[in-house]
Structures are given as C-alpha cells and as structure tokens.
C-alpha cells in the first residue's frame, strides 16, 4: 500500500487513483481517506487523477501522539504534494480539512494549486463558547462512543426532507470514527474548535467554491459557509437545502456534479 514520509518522519497513508488534472482530497476529522470514495470514482471516470490521504492519527497513517496543530497538518498536505509533484491542483477540503486547505495555502503559497473548494468547513471561525469547548473536548475524552452514538443522526441530517443515507453507508461512517486515535480525535478538536482562519481567507486570490449544507449543526452555515464567502473575493456559495454535515453522502450525486463542473472550470 501506497505510504509517503511527513517531515517529522511518520508516515502517512495515500490513495490515488487515475491520471490527467489532479483533485486532491482532505477529510474531515475523526474520518479517514475512505469518506471520498464516491466522489474519487465520479472523477476518475472523467479523466481526472484523484488523490486522497489519511491525517496522522486518522484511519491507516501513523498515530504519532503529536503534532495535531494546523501548521504540522498543513506541512503533511505539503509533503504529499510535493512527494506526488502535482500541479495545477483543485484542492478539496472537508469540515476540518477546509482550515487545513487554508493553512497550506498560507504557509506554503498558491504555485501548486489552481482553485480550491471548502465543503461543509467549519473555517473560517467556529465561535464556540469557550466553556462549551471544554464540555465538548471532556465528552471525547471520557465517552467518545457514546459522543458518537449522541451525534450521528445530526451529523448525516436524519429526518430532514430529502436526505436519505443508506443504513450501510452510516454503518460504515460510525466505523470510520471509531477507529481514529483518541489522542488525534481530542487534539484535533482542540485546535479546530479555537482556530480562526479569517485573516488568512481575506487573503485567497483564486477561485474557491463554498458547499454547505444550510442545516449543518456541526459548522453552523452563518458563521463557516457565508462567513468564508463573505472573505473570499473569489468565491461562489453553493447552499444545499436540506443537508446537514455529511453532503458527500446525503448529496453525493449533487456534489460529485458540482465538484467536476468546478474542476473543469
């Protein structure tokens, strides 16, 4: 199976798949590589090279017990790129995956990267109350499955009209997030929950494609979607009626059209 170092020596799993323009995919927390799967194959069979790979700590990369910070993750994203030598890149970037997306830009600049979309991202800004935060980050700590089983059902919009997931697909899903580190689930909502990315999104100067889900409980769509459309000159908000936080799955078929028709922009 297809591993590449991180600067810091780990190593980190990867999947890609085809040739031509290269997409390149960054999954959400908690999740791994796996979560594209749909929208890897939609691509693929147009002719696109789509890539994806697993954070440090998430599903077969190695789970170091550090670096969990943006700076390191966005470093990880750059070690792949460069070990893979793409260019002309679209750039995806999923719930927290969109801050990652963001962070790489900043500190590692545009040359390879074409355009960028941010799905269901909690970037710029959650806004949580900080004593929410600590409720939250001691409920992974002393009860992460039951934290699981509590949030599932938001997660994939279960009761809102239209949004219909199939049972194996949330089966699979709950798996995912079953099998991340504690140590990486904990710490990366440490971070993500007091990250702010709005000085850095003001400063994105190519074309960004905002998807997000106008029930999304988990990045609220005022204060992440809106919010980042609102800083990015360039940018187009996509707002699915509906959907909650999961759209790679309750929308898969409108997702995977909007991606590709992005793409070929």
């Not at 009761?159 to 194996?168: E, T």
């Not at 459309?229 to 360039?234: F, G, R, S, V, Y």
Request: with cysteine; proline share 5%; aromatic share 8%.
């Amino acid at each position: 199976m297809p591993y590449l170092p991180a600067p810091d020596g780990i190593d980190l799993f990867y999947r890609d798949y085809g040739v031509g323009q290269p997409i390149v995919f960054v999954h959400s927390m908690l999740m791994s590589s796996d979560m594209w799967r749909h929208q890897m194959l939609h691509l693929t069979g147009y002719g696109y090279r789509a890539v994806a790979y697993d954070r440090r700590g998430h599903g077969r990369s190695d789970d170091p017990g550090t670096g969990y910070d943006f700076d390191t993750l966005a470093d990880d994203l750059a070690a792949l790129l460069d070990r893979l030598d793409l260019n002309d890149v679209t750039l995806v970037g999923h719930s927290m995956g969109g801050g990652e997306v963001i962070r790489y830009l900043s500190r590692h600049g545009a040359r390879r990267i074409s355009r960028i979309a941010l799905v269901g991202a909690t970037a710029p800004h959650l806004d949580v109350d900080p004593m929410h935060a600590a409720e939250l980050l001691n409920q992974l700590r002393t009860g992460y499955g039951q934290w699981v089983a509590d949030n599932a059902a938001l997660s994939f919009g279960d009761g809102l009209p239209g949004c219909h997931i199939p049972q194996s697909e949330k089966d699979a899903t709950i798996r995912d997030w079953m099998q991340v580190s504690l140590h990486a689930a904990v710490e990366c909502s440490r971070v993500n929950l007091v990250a702010d990315f709005r000085g850095e999104a003001s400063r994105i100067t190519m074309p960004t494609l905002i998807v997000h889900g106008d029930h999304d409980s988990f990045a609220p769509l005022p204060t992440c979607g809106q919010r980042s459309a609102e800083l990015i000159p360039d940018s187009t908000l996509m707002i699915y009626e509906n959907a909650s936080h999961m759209l790679h799955l309750s929308h898969r078929e409108q997702l995977n059209n909007d991606l590709l028709a992005f793409h070929r922009s």
